[in-house]
Nanobody, 124 residues
Framework: QVQLVESGGGSVQAGRSLRLSCAAS????????MGWFRQASGKEREGVAA???????YYPESVKGRFTISRDSADNTLHLQMISLKPEDTAMYYC??????????????????WGQGTQVTVSS
């Protein structure tokens, strides 16, 4: 198993940046693919970035060019750099990990382990 703890959320104005971090502990970090998801009030949880064990990276069109996912195997940390934030980016952001043979990068059903989330609020 792997334990995940997010940090870095906050309240910012539109156009500003935030960097989220996710500290992983427990099982071998490199054996998992990782993702960032978000859930706005009244909406379903959606994937905003994913990184595979081979370093492959995926984003939905809604955040492409503004969000960057990275992983640091040295300290078992996953990051999400977010620039040009918009009010519609407001949500609880979750870090997730999984290692199913069949991986759909931005599907929450592909992920087994989840953090508690960190809130991001973007005001206009």
């Amino acid at each position: 198993q792997v334990q995940l703890v997010e940090s870095g959320g906050g309240s910012v104005q539109a156009g500003r940046s935030l960097r989220l971090s996710c500290a992983a502990s427990g099982d071998t970090y490199s054996g998992y693919y990782m993702g960032w998801f978000r859930q706005a009030s009244g909406k379903e949880r959606e994937g905003v970035a994913a990184i595979g064990r081979d370093g492959s990276i995926y984003y939905p069109e809604s955040v492409k060019g503004r969000f960057t996912i990275s992983r640091d195997s040295a300290d078992n940390t996953l990051h999400l750099q977010m620039i040009s934030l918009k009010p519609e980016d407001t949500a609880m952001y979750y870090c997730a990990a999984g290692r199913w043979p069949s991986w759909i990068p931005l599907s929450r059903r592909s992920y087994t382990f989840w953090g508690q989330g960190t809130q991001v609020t973007v005001s206009s």
